[in-house]
């Protein structure tokens, strides 16, 4: 659907509470690689999207982007890091997300517009601990089934990846 | 020199090559590689392209040092060193940025956007001895450019850039001929990652066609799945779908030459990039022929090239243009820089295609390069075992008479050898 349609009908109601316990299960989902019940929040035309560390503003078609994806780059992301031939996140890492400060920022028709804080700490045997720092920024479309993700937008708060190395998970 | 010991045992006449593993764990050899390679080599700085305007400048690490590369008034782009002239302070804390000026926060010695110096207030307390005019911000001992691409050398006594890059030059024209005028540019968006592993090992796996079916086993799927083809050759010598070559350039500097097979913005169409886009890359190409002639063209279309500029450029021409530097941060630890090039005048929807088709494969969310860094830190992890299991095995292809194969490790072997004559002194 998109934004001409949206315009056309009333605003859906929605709270914070709501969008915080959907926050709260797609973080479960992620954190205990249930990505195929994570997928399924989805909408069919879901974006998923990390800009540069150093350009949190440009656009995707004409900015280098960490991950830039449509629906079907993300499907492929998921075969991807469930492969155990996907070496980066073999053993899995184990990941533990914390959301907080969530807002809701904007409501066009059935597209609720939702920020929230995170920090996730993942961890691999041997290696060091790594902390992802910043904000997710959502389009979430809400339909009678719940809402389904229609952008998901990470914002990561530190100068440059550097320590963090690879974004190989779902973040 | 220091006249270091050999790190390679190098037995033409059997066929066999080795490198000592204490090369990529020790502190020693790597304070030996900040006095014989990084301070004796040309060391990329970035692009022209990057400062747009006068007055532009971008702040960086290059070789471990603070220096900001910048446009000046005038026009002339220059490396100066981050350092103030009065107690050797950053005098540009700012990542990018226009300025006339920089300015010393500590005791506010002020520099011009050339380098010279401005301003030393109360410079009336000073001695008659003291020539403040001498006081401009230091630049190192080189700074040359070959097509807008900048490196910088400490040694004033080193030949130029040209004389450097030698038969590279010509993988160089390679990629900067994909513009219609012949202006590349990087594209905003900087990658910069972390990798626990020594440096040495990305050079290595920048260019090593061997890992590809082993290491980038999900990407492979991922391009099937895509609908690109990827049929194992018929050749039982090649790793990969089609012919490739490792040609060793001089100088240290070497290259992969291969048959494309996975697609090039400029221009060999693959389903990923959708029909959509079939006319404009036939467009893309077509342009090229008239330009470059159809032989040229081809050359540049179907063939990706994935090279290194001694020590620590690659410029990577397969799936998209990446431009590549890393520096060692300790034995056991690199930085990684990484940006996309293109050229200037591609259209909206070129350009997308191109950032697209570099994250099917390169960066740290990508399809492959989490796991080449998967790899790279493994080793770096082993090889604390370097003790008692001290050889790396490099001998692949090592018999093979004429052409050498990219899946073979006869360009990183020429790395190594270039690498160890540096390191011990020996005439290169």
């Given at each position: 659907m998109n934004?001409?349609?949206?315009?056309?009908i009333?605003?859906v109601?929605?709270?914070?509470?709501?969008?915080?316990?959907f926050f709260?299960h797609?973080?479960?989902?992620?954190?205990e690689?249930?990505?195929k019940?994570?997928e399924?929040?989805?909408?069919?035309?879901?974006t998923?999207?990390?800009p540069p560390?150093d350009d949190?503003e440009?656009?995707?078609?004409?900015?280098?982007?960490?991950?830039?994806?449509?629906?079907?780059?993300?499907?492929?992301?998921?075969?991807r890091?469930?492969d155990p031939?996907?070496?980066?996140?073999?053993?899995?890492s184990?990941?533990c997300?914390?959301?907080s400060?969530?807002?809701?920022?904007?409501?066009?028709?059935?597209?609720?517009?939702?920020?929230?804080?995170?920090?996730?700490y993942?961890?691999?045997?041997?290696?060091?601990?790594?902390?992802?720092?910043?904000?997710?920024q959502?389009a979430?479309?809400?339909?009678?089934?719940?809402?389904?993700?229609?952008?998901?937008?990470?914002?990561?708060a530190?100068?440059e990846?550097?320590?963090?190395?690879?974004?190989?998970?779902?973040? | 020199m220091?006249?270091?010991?050999?790190?390679v045992?190098?037995?033409?006449?059997k066929g066999?090559f080795?490198?000592?593993r204490e090369?990529?764990?020790?502190d020693?050899?790597?304070r030996?590689?900040?006095?014989?390679?990084?301070?004796k080599?040309?060391i990329?700085?970035?692009h022209?392209?990057e400062?747009?305007?006068?007055g532009?400048f971008?702040?960086?690490k290059?070789?471990?040092?603070p220096?900001?590369?910048?446009?000046?008034g005038k026009?002339?782009?220059r490396?100066?060193l981050?350092?103030?002239?009065?107690?050797?302070?950053?005098?540009?804390?700012e990542?990018?940025?226009?300025t006339?000026?920089?300015?010393?926060?500590?005791?506010g010695?002020?520099?011009n956007?050339?380098g010279?110096m401005a301003?030393?207030?109360?410079?009336?307390?000073?001695t008659?001895?003291?020539?403040?005019t001498?006081?401009g911000l230091k630049a190192?001992?080189?700074?040359?450019?070959?097509?807008?691409?900048?490196f910088?050398?400490l040694?004033?006594?080193?030949?130029?850039l040209?004389?450097?890059?030698?038969?590279a030059?010509?993988?160089?024209?390679?990629?900067?001929?994909?513009s219609?005028?012949?202006?590349?540019e990087?594209i905003?968006?900087?990658?910069e990652y972390?990798?626990?592993?020594n440096?040495?090992?990305?050079v290595?796996?920048s260019?090593?066609d061997?890992?590809?079916?082993?290491?980038?086993?999900?990407?492979?799927n991922?391009?099937?799945?895509?609908g690109v083809?990827?049929?194992?050759s018929?050749?039982?010598?090649?790793?990969l779908?089609?012919?490739?070559?490792?040609i060793?350039?001089?100088n240290?500097?070497?290259?992969t030459?291969?048959?494309n097979?996975?697609?090039?913005?400029?221009?060999?169409?693959i389903?990923i990039?959708?029909e959509?886009?079939?006319?404009?890359?036939?467009?893309?190409?077509e342009?090229?022929v008239?330009?470059v002639g159809?032989e040229?063209?081809?050359?540049?279309?179907?063939?990706?090239?994935?090279?290194?500029?001694?020590?620590?450029?690659?410029?990577?021409d397969?799936?998209?243009?990446?431009?590549?530097t890393?520096?060692?941060?300790?034995?056991?630890?690199?930085?990684v820089t990484?940006?996309?090039?293109?050229?200037?005048?591609?259209?909206?929807?070129?350009?997308?295609?191109r950032?697209?088709?570099?994250?099917?494969f390169?960066?740290?969310?990508?399809?492959?390069?989490?796991?080449?860094?998967?790899?790279l830190e493994?080793v770096?992890q082993?090889?604390?075992?370097?003790t008692?299991d001290?050889?790396?095995e490099?001998s692949?292809?090592?018999?093979?008479?004429?052409?050498?194969?990219?899946?073979?490790e006869?360009h990183?072997?020429?790395?190594?050898?270039h690498?160890?004559?540096?390191m011990?002194g020996?005439q290169?």
């Amino acid at each position: 659907m998109n934004a001409g349609m949206s315009a056309g009908i009333a605003n859906v109601p929605v709270t914070r509470a709501e969008v915080e316990d959907f926050f709260f299960h797609e973080a479960a989902l992620l954190d205990e690689w249930r990505l195929k019940e994570w997928e399924a929040l989805l909408a069919d035309d879901a974006t998923y999207f990390i800009p540069p560390n150093d350009d949190l503003e440009g656009g995707h078609r004409g900015t280098l982007y960490i991950i830039s994806d449509d629906r079907e780059r993300i499907r492929q992301r998921i075969i991807r890091v469930m492969d155990p031939n996907c070496h980066a996140e073999f053993p899995r890492s184990r990941t533990c997300r914390l959301i907080s400060n969530v807002r809701i920022t904007g409501v066009e028709g059935d597209i609720v517009h939702a920020a929230a804080n995170f920090v996730c700490y993942r961890y691999r045997r041997y290696q060091r601990e790594f902390v992802y720092v910043g904000s997710y920024q959502y389009a979430l479309r809400k339909t009678a089934e719940g809402f389904r993700i229609k952008e998901r937008r990470v914002l990561l708060a530190a100068h440059e990846l550097g320590q963090l190395g690879s974004v190989s998970f779902i973040l | 020199m220091t006249g270091a010991r050999s790190f390679v045992v190098d037995d033409r006449e059997k066929g066999i090559f080795l490198l000592d593993r204490e090369a990529l764990v020790s502190d020693e050899v790597l304070r030996g590689e900040m006095r014989n390679i990084f301070a004796k080599c040309w060391i990329y700085v970035g692009h022209g392209s990057e400062l747009k305007k006068n007055g532009d400048f971008h702040t960086r690490k290059v070789a471990g040092r603070p220096v900001i590369f910048a446009r000046d008034g005038k026009g002339q782009v220059r490396c100066h060193l981050n350092t103030c002239r009065h107690r050797g302070a950053l005098v540009c804390t700012e990542r990018k940025g226009n300025t006339r000026r920089f300015n010393c926060v500590y005791h506010g010695w002020i520099y011009n956007n050339d380098g010279s110096m401005a301003r030393v207030p109360g410079d009336e307390a000073y001695t008659a001895a003291f020539d403040k005019t001498t006081f401009g911000l230091k630049a190192p001992a080189k700074f040359e450019s070959y097509r807008d691409f900048w490196f910088m050398n400490l040694d004033p006594d080193a030949v130029s850039l040209v004389d450097y890059l030698g038969a590279a030059t010509e993988y160089i024209d390679l990629v900067v001929d994909q513009s219609p005028s012949n202006n590349m540019e990087v594209i905003s968006g900087t990658q910069e990652y972390d990798v626990n592993a020594n440096w040495k090992l990305m050079v290595e796996n920048s260019v090593d066609d061997y890992h590809l079916p082993s290491t980038h086993s999900t990407w492979l799927n991922f391009m099937a799945n895509s609908g690109v083809k990827m049929e194992p050759s018929k050749d039982p010598a090649l790793v990969l779908p089609t012919h490739g070559l490792a040609i060793d350039l001089g100088n240290g500097h070497f290259t992969t030459d291969n048959v494309n097979f996975r697609g090039r913005p400029v221009a060999a169409w693959i389903p990923i990039y959708g029909e959509d886009a079939k006319p404009e890359m036939a467009a893309i190409r077509e342009e090229l022929v008239q330009r470059v002639g159809p032989e040229r063209a081809k050359r540049i279309c179907d063939t990706n090239r994935n090279l290194v500029i001694f020590p620590n450029l690659v410029i990577n021409d397969g799936s998209s243009v990446t431009i590549r530097t890393f520096y060692p941060d300790g034995a056991n630890k690199m930085q990684v820089t990484a940006w996309a090039l293109g050229p200037v005048e591609e259209s909206e929807s070129a350009r997308a295609r191109r950032l697209d088709a570099f994250l099917t494969f390169y960066g740290p969310g990508g399809f492959a390069t989490p796991d080449d860094v998967e790899a790279l830190e493994l080793v770096q992890q082993g090889l604390a075992n370097y003790t008692d299991d001290r050889w790396s095995e490099m001998s692949r292809g090592m018999g093979r008479e004429g052409e050498q194969l990219n899946s073979d490790e006869h360009h990183l072997r020429t790395f190594w050898r270039h690498w160890d004559k540096m390191m011990t002194g020996a005439q290169a």
